[in-house]
């Protein structure tokens, strides 16, 4: 274990580059990767790492990208991409593929603001795009918890009981290219933790199809495999999360991490970085004394029903903060989360750092200002920067 | 004219234990495609393929799940991704020291338009895969819509008059790639194609095929006849048999012997030719002048047609 002063595209591309070598005993390691800002360095990284039996694809785009992907990890390997915004955009109908086929493709995203107009700054629209992809999806506040769920995400999607794709989204710029301390773990620890990876359908010696036609009722029944292996995710986190913290000494962030969130009488739901600003606001807003505290959502997919309805009950008022917005609804955040509060609860929908702009402290100060008057949930809230 | 009456396609002790394409597949009478199949199951004999197919009719081919058609491990790949996918199906082989054969297969649509991009960053790439495009000049699996394989004068479901516009070159377009390997292989001339697929599956980098293949379906033709149609399409210099080392050595395996009356035929025998009323008069510059090139690039100083 050391500490190293990397950025969070960094982080994720040490991490892919820890598990990749962890499966040299294996199938190897294989990614395929193409440049977009701001998620760059991370594969420029990945690219200047020496992995044992381990090979990275310069494609001509995301979409090939993941089309390597999807041949690497069909033949049995591990495999890791990662992307952008647009580029994940180009990438969907590759993700969707890797996703249908079942093949435990872990992808790091650095959210960017869809284009064109380009805006090269932070928004969760990109990834929330493939929401009903069947990948699983992770959105972190900091640089460890990247390259902690980067390593976890490879541990998740290639469980048996999972066995898809994951993707690792972290805020761009905020994150991906800001420098902190970052606990890296030792090669020793990574092969303990990833056993090699084991894919039960991977093309072999038998002559078998992977993906050719099916008819409506076996989608059906692939659809409901998939959902079911989903659904079981949150309970199968929990015994990674065990391992992990057996093996790395520190446990990784639960799927919806609370903050303060007890004895709230108000509660403040967001996702990524923003996360953390709520946190160190309700910090403030306690010492004011009031009672408000903070729900991150961290696995949003699959949604972790059970625990945000936990987190819920009781609650007078909630807000829930969204760095994207679906056009002609709102926060997709919110669309998801509100039906998982009691009756009466106000759930509020306030829409804040959309195309990136900078989320702070008293951005949460004047949605709680707006939340605490009132009797019932209006429409989203367009919260503007300051 | 070098045609053996077999084309050495007579079953064989060397020849694989189970076939490539295997009984039950859905494709139509008289495709292309399943010749080509059978042809590179003889080739290949005892080595060991692996299949990558973008979205194309050899996908539908393939079966319907759980079964399989082909006698391969076979991965489906979306329509752009051939190329892409085979890549690293291709690296993960090398990386655990198999000496699988990546086969790549597929049509013009996933070749020529959409998957042109992947492809030829494949071909740049080098990498270690054989690319076969069965090339049906149309979008036979959706119907029989214009490509960009598509030639001169044939009518497409979305092309109500004669397309105007030559079909793309992609064997030239491969070739500048500088590949190891890149040839045009004559379905009704098996002795030359066999021979072709065995230099492409044992040489390592990255290789391409291209077959003119019948598509009954959309050339509005005769099943019985497609055989006949690839030959008359090489007789009659439309459909150069060639094969290019290293984008540099041209290599012309089948001299045509460029007889209009064999064009003429090639067209009048397939309905899609029809309505634009195109001929042997309308396409002989533009064959002239391509195999004038192609003289020039295989050194050979025999002029395209002599003047009559």
Redesign the interface.
């Known amino acids: 274990m050391s500490a190293q002063l990397l950025s969070a595209n960094h982080g994720a591309a040490m991490a892919a580059t820890l598990a990749g070598r962890a499966n040299r005993e294996g199938r190897g390691f294989c990614g395929g990767v193409y440049p977009i800002t701001p998620s760059t360095e991370c594969m420029e990284f990945l690219c200047l790492q020496e992995i044992e039996k381990g090979r990275v694809v310069r494609t001509e785009s995301e979409h090939s990208a993941m089309g390597v992907c999807i041949g690497a990890s069909a033949s049995g390997a591990r495999a890791f991409t990662a992307t952008s915004s647009n580029g994940l955009a180009y990438m969907a109908e590759n993700c969707m593929a890797a996703a249908n086929l079942r093949l435990p493709v872990v992808l790091a995203v650095a959210n960017r603001t869809l284009g064109p107009p380009w805006n090269l700054w932070a928004d969760h629209g990109d990834a929330l795009m493939l929401r009903d992809l069947g990948l699983l999806q992770f959105f972190c506040a900091d640089n460890q918890e990247v390259f902690d769920t980067v390593l976890c995400a490879f541990r998740l999607a290639e469980d048996p009981e999972v066995m898809m794709p994951a993707m690792v989204c972290m805020d761009g710029f905020i994150l991906s290219h800001s420098v902190t301390m970052t606990e890296i773990s030792d090669q020793e620890q990574v092969d303990r933790f990833l056993p090699l990876t084991t894919i039960p359908h991977q093309l072999g010696h038998t002559p078998h199809t992977l993906g050719q036609i099916e008819v409506p009722h076996q989608t059906e029944m692939h659809r409901q495999q998939h959902h079911a292996a989903m659904l079981g995710v949150p309970r199968v986190y929990e015994g990674v999360q065990d391992s992990f913290e057996a093996i790395f000494g520190r446990r990784p962030a639960d799927a919806v991490q609370a903050y303060r969130a007890d004895d709230a009488e108000t509660l403040i739901v967001s996702m990524g970085t923003i996360g953390a600003t709520v946190e160190r606001a309700v910090t403030m807003l306690r010492a004011q004394g009031h009672r408000v505290g903070a729900l991150r959502v961290r696995m949003f997919r699959p949604l972790p029903v059970a625990a945000i309805r936990k987190s819920f009950a009781g609650k007078k008022r909630i807000a829930v903060i969204d760095r994207n917005i679906s056009l002609g609804l709102g926060g997709i955040l919110w669309g998801e989360v509100r039906a998982l509060a009691e009756p009466g609860t106000v759930v509020q929908n306030y829409l804040a750092g959309i195309g990136g702009g900078d989320v702070r402290p008293e951005h949460i100060v004047s949605v709680l200002a707006d939340l605490l008057p009132r009797q019932v949930a209006g429409l989203p809230e367009m919260v503007e920067a300051v | 004219m070098n045609e053996p009456m077999l084309g050495g396609m007579a079953q064989t002790a060397l020849d694989r234990a189970?076939p490539l394409l295997r009984p039950g597949n859905t494709n139509c009478g008289g495709c292309g495609m399943s010749s080509l199949l059978q042809m590179l199951g003889h080739a290949a004999a005892d080595r060991?393929l692996?299949f990558?197919m973008p979205a194309s009719c050899a996908?539908?081919c393939?079966?319907?799940?759980?079964?399989?058609?082909?006698?391969?491990?076979?991965?489906?790949?979306?329509f752009?991704?051939g190329?892409?996918?085979?890549?690293?199906?291709?690296?993960?082989?090398?990386?655990?020291g198999e000496d699988t054969r990546v086969v790549c297969l597929a049509g013009d649509g996933g070749t020529y338009d959409i998957g042109i991009?992947?492809l030829?960053?494949a071909a740049e790439?080098n990498e270690d895969i054989l690319y076969i495009c069965y090339d049906n000049e149309i979008y036979g699996n959706t119907g029989g819509q214009r490509s960009s394989a598509t030639p001169a004068g044939a009518i497409a479901t979305n092309l109500r008059q004669g397309k105007q516009q030559p079909k793309k070159d992609i064997l030239a377009i491969i070739a500048a790639h500088r590949v190891p390997y890149a040839a045009s292989i004559s379905l009704a001339h098996a002795d030359d194609a066999v021979r072709k697929m065995r230099v492409a599956l044992d040489l390592r980098g990255f290789r391409f095929l291209l077959a003119l293949s019948p598509c009954p379906t959309g050339w509005k033709s005769e099943p019985a006849l497609g055989m006949e149609l690839v030959r008359l399409a090489v007789r009659s210099g439309l459909f150069p048999v060639l094969e290019i080392f290293d984008g540099r050595r041209h290599v012309i395996n089948i001299e045509p012997d460029f007889s209009d009356e064999a064009l003429d035929m090639y067209l009048s025998l397939q309905r899609r030719f029809q309505r634009s009323g195109i001929t042997a008069a309308d396409l002989r510059p533009d064959l002239d002048q391509l195999w004038q090139n192609l003289r020039a690039l295989s050194g050979r100083i025999v002029p395209a047609r002599r003047s009559s």
């Open positions: 189970l060991t692996q990558v996908a539908v393939g079966g319907v799940f759980p079964l399989s058609t082909f006698g391969v491990p076979t991965l489906m790949t979306t752009a991704s190329a892409a996918a085979a890549s690293g199906a291709a690296a993960v082989a090398q990386l655990n991009a992947s030829s960053a790439r």
